[in-house]
């Protein structure tokens, strides 16, 4: 199965940047679904960004949409999620994820196979 490992998560004061990364090992397709979400605590976890691992497509939550920025690097089977303008209400545990990419390019979990086990995101003022 596929292993995704998060990092880069930390602290920064609002209207800061960060960059995550997700690593994944193990056996990959041609074309693969991934994407990064996110749980704050006492909510449910919603999607930020989201692509394919070949061809075109990105997808964004309207909430990051001018402020995040999801890219790959398929040389190194990464994925990197650039996260700027950081708001108070960006403070998450942040979660890659990966699927087949057999039923198009979203951010419902339902689309999504293998997770990873999140990094801390914290934004203060």
């Known amino acids: 199965q596929v292993h995704l490992v998060e990092s880069g998560g930390g602290s920064v004061q609002a209207g800061g940047s960060l960059r995550l990364s997700c690593a994944a090992s193990g056996p990959m397709h041609r074309r693969l679904l991934m994407g990064w979400f996110r749980q704050a605590p006492g909510k449910e976890r919603e999607g930020v960004a989201a692509?394919?691992?070949?061809?075109?497509?990105?997808y964004y939550a309207d909430s990051v949409k001018e402020r995040f920025t999801v890219s790959r690097d398929n040389a190194e089977n990464t994925l990197t999620l650039q996260m700027n303008s950081l708001k108070l209400e960006d403070t998450a545990m942040y979660y890659c994820?990966?699927?087949?990419?057999?039923?198009?390019?979203?951010?419902?979990?339902?689309?999504?196979?293998?997770w990873g086990q999140g990094t801390q995101v914290t934004v203060s003022s």
């Open positions: 692509l394919y691992t070949a061809g075109d497509g990105t």
């Open positions: 994820a990966a699927g087949s990419g057999a039923y198009g390019l979203g951010l419902e979990t339902e689309l999504f196979d293998f």
